[in-house]
């Protein structure tokens, strides 16, 4: 079954930085798509970044752009991303995302992982 796992969440200051860490199950995800998503408390699931298959280009959205950085490593099979001048908004948890369709990934993804907390403190 194919899995993607979330790592690297936390609580940090505002301001600060944190790197998260999607590992992919299968080796064929290097070749797909993939997203980074978040839902805050209260609020419904919302895009936040993402990459396509061969990592050459990359999608925002407005609330991140500037500040947060997606990439992805092949050779381990890990999506990656890094986040920076975190504010308190970013709270959240955020998912990774798979799917074979750049729109798609975008959108309503196929594959979905179990969600990593992020906490950013005033």
């Known amino acids: 079954q194919v899995q993607l796992v979330e790592s690297g969440g936390g609580l940090v200051q505002a301001g600060g930085s944190l790197r998260l860490s999607c590992a992919a199950s299968?080796?064929?995800?290097?070749?797909?798509?993939m997203a980074w998503f978040r839902q805050a408390p209260g609020k419904e699931r919302e895009f936040a970044a993402a990459i396509s298959g061969g990592g050459s280009i990359t999608y925002y959205a407005d609330s991140v752009k500037g500040r947060f950085t997606i990439s992805r490593d092949t050779a381990k099979n890990t999506v990656y991303l890094q986040m920076n001048s975190l504010k308190p908004e970013d709270t959240a948890i955020y998912y990774c995302?798979?799917?074979?369709?750049?729109?798609?990934?975008?959108?309503?993804?196929?594959?979905w992982g179990q969600g990593t907390q992020v906490t950013v403190s005033s």
């Open positions: 995302a798979a799917d074979q369709s750049v729109r798609a990934v975008q959108t309503t993804p196929k594959y």
């Open positions: 299968e080796r064929a995800f290097n070749w797909f798509p």
